[in-house]
């Protein structure tokens, strides 16, 4: 079974750009999970789809943070304009239940 | 705070040892998972324990749930180089499909 796939792995931009990332989850997961992960915490919830319908976004800064699960399978996370502070990982999970959640390796991101 | 507080942050032990970390919290709980992330990689599910649960284990891997305390341990038996990384617990409250994680426990095995 194919995990999660992400892309890019590692993005290197200027404060002020934008960015957006790719998730691809796991055949037949109707959950799809999007965290940031500062260097030296744990996972933050950015944003949670069922299916193609947002369930969670309570955390997602949407004045420059915007994600979009099309035809309830990829989902995009888009950062514009980006900060420094931005700087992080991003995880996308997926779940077939809601429980246990199966994660991509991450994009990488530097601002500048 | 949904968040759960791993302690400690960091450990450090000879490979052959074991490793146990604790995760405490303070909400309710549906269930309590613990993952594994290696460096630069995305986290690895390794274990969930129910509410109604007070153990499990899964190889070398030995989760307790005390809901009185509000606390969970995580034991590593006879350490190996290859557990260097860290690990999180993740709650999941009531009504709930998504995990809080906490801010992780730093393992390192020295050989």
Not at chain 2, 36 to 48: D, P, T, W
Not at chain 2, 68 to 76: F, Q, R
Request: glycine share 8%; charged share 20%.
């Amino acid at each position: 079974e194919a995990g999660v796939a992400q892309s890019p792995r590692y993005k290197i931009i200027e404060k002020r750009q934008s960015v957006a990332f790719w998730c691809n989850p796991i055949s037949g997961h109707a959950t799809l999970y999007w965290y940031q992960q500062i260097l030296g915490q744990g996972p933050k919830l950015l944003i949670q789809f069922q299916n193609n319908g947002v369930v969670d976004d309570s955390q997602l800064p949407k004045d420059r943070f915007s994600a979009e699960r099309l035809k309830g399978v990829d989902s995009t996370l888009k950062i514009q304009p980006a900060k420094l502070e931005d700087s992080a990982v991003y995880l996308c999970a997926s779940s077939p239940t809601g429980e246990t959640q199966y994660f991509g390796p991450g994009t990488r991101l530097l601002v500048l | 705070s949904q968040q759960g507080e791993e302690d400690p942050q960091a450990l450090s032990i000879q490979e052959g040892e074991n490793a146990t970390m604790n995760c405490s919290y303070k909400t309710s709980i549906n269930n309590l998972q613990w993952y594994r992330q290696n460096s630069g990689r995305g986290l690895v599910h390794l274990i969930l324990i129910r509410s109604n649960e007070r153990e499990k284990h899964s190889g070398r891997l030995r989760v307790t749930l005390d809901t009185s305390k509000k606390s969970s341990s995580l034991l590593i038996t006879a350490s190996r180089a290859a557990d260097t990384a860290s690990y999180f617990c993740a709650l999941s409250t009531q009504g709930a499909q998504k995990l809080v994680f906490g801010q992780g426990t730093r393992l390192t095995i020295n050989p």
